[in-house]
């Protein structure tokens, strides 16, 4: 890992250190999650509340340095936060978190608007039916499914896809 890597750490985890405070100061109890920064593909984070541990994505803390430690970071917080003051039954965006998320002073946003690149892209195989011009893109499990003898109706001719 490298010296410009342990900076954006540090920023995560100074980030994190002053929405503990501020949680202590609003409900009275500490989070302290273990953190890591394995996460890959068009998550920027995770948090999961049953190992009590957040994951971030390191690339897009990498390339949107500000935006994910001013949203990211208190985001997945709120997820442990929430969990721990309300229960396990809430939904993971729901009221409850949208209310953690108000009191850390924090927009409460769903999705991050990072621009990222797709991990992968998943294959699809063509199928053709009786309608001119028309081409089905089915994927993997559709296609092995058609392999294996199980149809698959076009729903403007009715006929089977070949």
């Avoid at 340095?65 to 936060?81: G, M, R």
């Avoid at 229960?87 to 993971?92: A, C, E, L, Q, V």
Wanted: aromatic fraction near 10%.
């Amino acid at each position: 890992m490298n010296e410009s890597s342990n900076k954006l750490e540090c920023l995560v985890l100074d980030k994190l250190s002053e929405l503990q405070k501020k949680v202590c100061r609003l409900f009275g109890f500490t989070v302290n999650p273990e953190i890591a920064f394995d996460l890959r593909g068009q998550a920027a984070g995770q948090a999961n509340y049953l190992k009590n541990k957040i994951r971030f994505n390191r690339d897009l803390l990498e390339k949107f340095t500000d935006e994910f430690v001013s949203q990211t970071v208190p985001h997945e917080f709120a997820h442990l936060v929430a969990y721990a003051k309300f229960g396990r039954r809430i939904k993971p965006h729901g009221a409850e978190w949208q209310l953690v998320m108000v009191a850390l002073g924090v927009k409460p946003v769903r999705t991050h608007n990072f621009e990222v690149i797709p991990a992968r892209r998943l294959k699809r195989f063509p199928y053709q039916c009786d309608c001119p011009g028309l081409l089905h893109e089915l994927s993997t499990i559709r296609h092995n499914r058609i392999q294996r003898g199980i149809l698959y109706i076009c729903k403007k001719c009715g006929k089977a896809l070949r």
